[in-house]
């Protein structure tokens, strides 16, 4: 990252700390009550918001109430569900369910499983409204990880405590995963589903079929969206996970595991900062531009407070480290946990890589050019070690970047229309290999 831009995001968050500080003159002058501030304001220990199903009135930008998925949903007129899952490991994860018309029973529905990345909720799907082809055709399940705004509980551990939050992509993958399909198999008396995943949502997924390769044959098909899995390195790209080792520092010391949760402090920044009436919301543009790769034509600056009062929703600090080890190394393998801690967890010195030669089920991936996560040249790296890739495809945006899979403006006409077509297609035996990957 540039320095500049760094000085832009640290701008940015002097701000907003100026902006919501009671103490302004103390703020200015004490260097280490800034920094306390800061991180006590986006790190707070408790997300201090209630979710709720209906908000009839916005009391004010400092309301500690905010909507649940089921209340988002139901905004548009759909019935929606809440289920329970509980991992292996202990975890309580909170599922959701679109159901749709389910009453016209006589043929079963084909699942549809959706998973969010890093950062994110269930709520990342459905901001711009649900879509009602997908929602009509198919059971739609959207799953939630471990340490989440819906993932904060454990059977036996707390949020403070720093083993909670001792999990990556490896543990959702392994854990969280399999304890939701093996739900909704039960559930729905199915055995197999679509899995539609963005960003942390495919590093999981394929970190699940390497290590529990019997997972393969539950996976109908795979749509990967913006696939974060480094097989090389790329120096020349800037990348947020490089920041690890600082924020890591810095976090650690004291006692802070969990990066950026929703809180009422997300949520007021969204609603102050980033409103489209606020001559601030440009700040808010600038650090997702900073981030995500910089596309002002997709972004809907209307929808902005929205989505920032839903994202970010909570993660572990140490998924972030896992991220930051693949990206310096060039490898997609699991945590190294130094020297000591690897010989007795893997017996060997240097992490495992996944084998991704084991991950058989039939895969999509889609890669945008404008996205510095998940770059163009790892994804065709990805694409040659992956033995059924049926389709890599570029969506036909230049600009579109890592978080346009969400909520660019035109993300139906250029991305959901195709994958439902591809859907339908597979469903119906229709080939939809790319003739240069047979
Ligand atoms: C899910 O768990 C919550 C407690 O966290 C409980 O209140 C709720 O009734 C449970 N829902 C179902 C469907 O079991
Ligand atoms: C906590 O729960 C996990 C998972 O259920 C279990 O493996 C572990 O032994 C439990 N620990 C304690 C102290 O109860
Ligand atoms: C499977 O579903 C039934 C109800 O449909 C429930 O009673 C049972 O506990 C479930 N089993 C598991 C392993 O979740
Ligand atoms: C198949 O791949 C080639 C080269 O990667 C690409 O030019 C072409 O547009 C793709 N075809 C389809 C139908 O996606």
Redesign the pocket.
Known sequence: MAVSDMKSILFAFVIIMFAFSERKSQFLQDKSFLEENILNFFFPKDPGLIKVRKINKIEGVTDIRILDFIGLVEQYGYPAEEHNVTT???YNLKIHRISGSLSDNERKKEIVFMQHGFLASSHCWILQGPDKDLDQGYDIWIGNMRGNTYCRSH???TTYERKFWQYSFHEVGTRDLPAMFNYIFNYTKQKDLYYIGHSMGTTSLFTLLSMKPEYNTKIKMAICLAPVVVNIKETSTFNVFNLSPVIKEVLEKREIYDLFPQSLATVTIARTLCNYNAMTQFICITILFLLFGSDPAQLNTILLPKIFAHFPAGGSLHTFDHYYQNFHAGDFRSYDYGITENYERYKQKIPPSYDVEKITAPIILFYAANDVLATEKNTLELSKRLPNVLLIEKVPYKFFNHIDFLWAIDAKTLLYDHILELIRKFNAKQNIRNKSTQ
Request: net charge negative.
């Open positions: 292996e490991d202990g059977v036996n551990m």
